[in-house]
């Protein structure tokens, strides 16, 4: 059965660092790998999908890789800002027929930007 | 653009009640649909999915049930709630090949 770790579980920065939150997965056989960002009492929303032939994928301040061999992932969050004050959460898709597009989650990462 | 509502958006029930909430998709064609529930201090849980009208698989054996009346609804029921039936509820979908999935604003649901 696939597992998804995320660590930390919870982070705290001052405004302006650059942050690496960190994914593992246990089997290497994904379709593909999305991160979202839940806040409190909110839905999740979509930042990146990586697709398993891809290395990596970018949106704004925003850098996710890929090292499927390895089971790993990052997200890179440039010059972070108190508005990405959030969790983190990766997800890997299934890769096995009439599973396919079932998503694994981490549990995520409870991240803090203070001014 | 596709857009996924959800309601409704709080529900307080008490034990042995009955339980329905809706889940409907717009702006898209035979989606494959989810409902996950997301509990405190534990992850994200697949409960259901469903790749067309009818069709549900279930991932975990509970007292929840759920039904695909139409192409873009997907509704989650329950006879009868149990305190552990507290969570918030998501409903995502994605298109047909498993891509990307897009989740909806959730229902948080307390059973007292």
């Known amino acids: 059965k696939q597992e998804v770790t995320q660590i930390p579980a919870a982070l705290s920065v001052p405004e302006g660092e650059n942050l690496v939150l960190n994914c593992s997965f246990t089997d290497s056989a994904i379709y593909n790998l999305q991160w979202f960002r839940q806040d409190p009492g909110k839905g999740l929303t979509s930042l990146l999908l990586i697709q398993s032939s891809q290395r990596e994928q970018t949106s704004g301040r925003l850098n996710a890789s890929l090292d499927k061999s390895s089971g790993r992932s990052t997200l890179y969050i440039a010059a972070s800002q108190p508005g990405d004050s959030a969790t983190y959460l990766c997800?890997?898709?299934?890769?096995?027929?009439?599973?396919?597009?079932?998503?694994?989650f981490g549990r995520g990462t409870q991240l803090t930007v203070w001014p | 653009s596709q857009t996924i509502h959800q309601w409704p958006a709080t529900l307080v029930q008490p034990v042995g009640s009955p339980l329905s909430l809706e889940c409907t998709v717009e702006?898209?064609?035979?989606?494959?649909l989810y409902w996950y529930r997301q509990a405190a201090g534990r992850g994200l849980q697949l409960l259901f999915y469903?790749?067309?009208?009818?069709?549900i698989s279930s991932e975990v054996p509970q007292n929840l049930s759920a039904s695909r009346p139409q192409d873009r609804q997907f509704i989650l029921s329950s006879k009868k709630l149990l305190l552990s039936d507290s969570g918030f509820y998501l409903c995502?979908?994605?298109?047909?090949?498993?891509?990307?999935?897009?989740f909806g604003p959730g229902t948080r649901l307390t059973v007292l």
């Open positions: 702006g898209t064609s035979n989606p494959n």
């Open positions: 995502a979908w994605s298109d047909r090949v498993g891509n990307e999935q897009f």
């Open positions: 469903s790749v067309g009208i009818g069709q």
């Open positions: 997800a890997v898709s299934a890769d096995r027929g009439s599973t396919l597009g079932r998503l694994y």
